[in-house]
């Protein structure tokens, strides 16, 4: 009879001989001397080996017991790095294995599937607690685990019978095609699990402040989620999300924040700005619409508002601030081109958003930098002339941006 070894047994077998391997270094956890057979019950180290000799490895019983050490306050930043990584090689092995983890041989219908497996790996990730020991190997181990909930929150589950693409290209968003509905997905990874991933790699950019990759890695994977989001809109799950993200970024900017945070949401509120499929879902009626024509709008005010003076977030703010009125003087573009000239009045992004975009942010920042300007026998206690001159400046550049010549005839 011919042996066959699947690629992600293969994978599973390398990963799981690579953790035991660095768990026997570790006296603490076992030793050359000892037995697997000798530790105790409960120990990771034990349950790794027992996967290995057992007579049918699945990938789920493997994800146990590294997910155990994942979770686990009592393994350092080395351990914990290497658990991780191990988990991330085997997600990346079951998305290009069609999706499905703990298939018995006999063909158990009771396999669990892709999207549990992931909110299951995300949940211990967002638990994660490991001993700091050196601040380089906890760094690496906190990339690590951004690295995991950026790969978790981008798969995309494909409906029964969709064919699976595998890794794309730049291997980064993987497909796979899991044995449940979307509906099924989405009970088994819903919305909150995605937001509190989210919020994790958030943390974990608050907490390593004097890290400029580990800053740049966590920005780079917020803005992925919001990719993958957005990719598809239309989808119930990934408009709850966007809608819980951008209702907990409006939430705190209520309640104030650093402007190191608001520049991050900003880059975040960008990237959906941005994308291409905004063009498509700010002219869109219902809940996505909304995104686009109320709740962005809202959140650039209300920044703009607690950071009126702040070239870091005006700099950010004001492109926003012009991809919003140029979308609406498309809107107007293609309502004169269709004939509908009395369709304006009614349009969901227009004239609203655009009066107050301007009003809120650009004469009320111009405000703030002309007083100085105009009294300098009695300087501001705000800004200092120096500071009103850059602010003006950055200002006027902007408006330039925004009433282009062609932009303006339209009008």
Request: one cysteine or more; aromatic letters at 4%; charged letters at 20%.
């Amino acid at each position: 009879q011919k042996m066959s070894v699947s690629d992600v047994d293969a994978v599973c077998r390398s990963e799981a001989q690579r953790v035991v391997t660095a768990l026997r270094a570790n006296r603490r956890f076992g030793s050359q001397s000892r037995g697997w057979r000798e530790l105790e019950e409960g120990s990771p180290l034990r349950q790794l080996c027992e996967w290995r000799c057992a007579e049918e490895s699945s990938p789920a019983k493997l994800l146990e017991p590294l997910l155990r050490i994942i979770c686990s306050p009592e393994f350092g930043g080395p351990a914990t790095f290497v658990a991780l990584e191990a988990t991330h090689c085997i997600v990346v092995a079951l998305c290009e294995d069609h999706g499905l983890v703990g298939v018995s041989s006999d063909g158990d219908a009771s396999a669990l599937p892709l999207a549990a497996t992931l909110a299951k790996v995300c949940k211990s990730v967002c638990d994660c607690v490991f001993e700091e020991t050196n601040a380089q190997t906890d760094e690496a181990t906190a990339a690590q685990m951004i690295a995991l909930l950026g790969l978790c929150c981008t798969v995309h589950v494909a409906a029964p019978g969709e064919k699976s693409a595998g890794l794309l290209t730049n291997g980064r968003v993987p497909t796979a095609v899991a044995s449940c509905s979307e509906t099924d997905a989405v009970v088994a990874f819903p919305a909150e699990a995605r937001l509190k991933a989210f919020a994790k790699v958030l943390s974990l950019w608050g907490h390593y402040r004097q890290s400029h990759t580990l800053r740049a890695s966590a920005q780079a994977a917020l803005q992925k989620m919001l990719d993958h989001t957005l990719a598809d809109l239309a989808s119930p799950a990934k408009c709850e999300l966007l809608g819980l993200i951008l209702g907990n970024m409006a939430a705190e900017a209520e309640l104030g924040q650093s402007i190191e945070h608001a520049c991050l949401y900003l880059r975040c509120v960008q990237r959906v700005m941005m994308q291409p499929a905004a063009r498509r879902w700010a002219l869109a009626e219902g809940k996505q619409g909304r995104f686009f024509q109320n709740d962005i709008p809202l959140l650039l005010l209300s920044l703009s508002k607690a950071f009126g003076t702040s070239l870091p977030v005006l700099s950010l703010i004001l492109p926003i601030v012009n991809r919003v009125c140029w979308l609406c003087v498309d809107a107007w573009s293609d309502s004169v081109r269709s004939g509908n000239m009395q369709l304006l009045p009614s349009s969901p992004l227009g004239a609203l958003q655009v009066e107050a975009l301007l009003g809120g942010v650009y004469l009320r920042s111009l405000d703030l930098a002309i007083d100085p300007l105009l009294t300098l026998e009695a300087p501001s206690p705000s800004l200092a002339p120096e500071e009103a001159a850059q602010l003006a400046e950055l200002l006027l550049e902007s408006l330039s941006d925004l009433f282009q010549p062609g932009l303006v005839q339209m009008v």
